[in-house]
């Protein structure tokens, strides 16, 4: 049974990261499950077998992107040396890897909406993550004597909130939600004047 159970995870994980790759070229929404199977040489109805449709198939692919990202994160906090340049560096990295996800599904407005309640459970979880790694890089900054903050988990709460709030102000008037080089370099200023901004009123004043 056992066996069995790892056979079908590694069968599983291969069609996730071959379903990640065409995504990756072609997006979610000109990507078929058809073609999905014929680029693993197995059947359409095995590929049922495993995700019951494109937008579980689609889920999957989010929840390893995100496996991915946050165990980096998770590695690098373990040694922080300077928690404001951190911050200042998730905030980028963070903003690097929503373009890297938006660019993977290159799926219109309305579109996102629609999957939105699929993978509502998925975002939640991964926001319960990155906060968690923010209380830690505020935390930290606390006990160096850095940050002047009384609620680590409070302000890791609104840091979170204004960098997702700048990201959806961007996107609100796009059809297609993706963000090109030029978009990402205008974006990744604002992120990184906003996490200044942030920075400095949590510093302790000389």
Known sequence: MRHTTILREGKAALIIKAAQKRFGIFGVEKTSMRE?????????????????????????????EESEFISVLEEEITDIQDPPEFLRKYALKRLSYFQKLLNLSRIRAESFHELKP???????????KEKKIVVQILENGKKRGQFNIEDAHETAELFLDLLRGLRSAFLSNKTLMTIDDEEYDILSKKVNALTSVFIKGLMYKK
Do not use: P
């Open 36 to 64: 999905v199977a014929e680029d693993l040489h197995m059947s359409k109805g095995s590929l049922y077998y495993y995700f019951s449709d494109k937008e579980n198939l689609y889920k999957a692919v989010i929840e390893k």
């Open 118 to 128: 699929l993978i509502s459970g998925t975002i939640t979880k991964f926001r319960e």
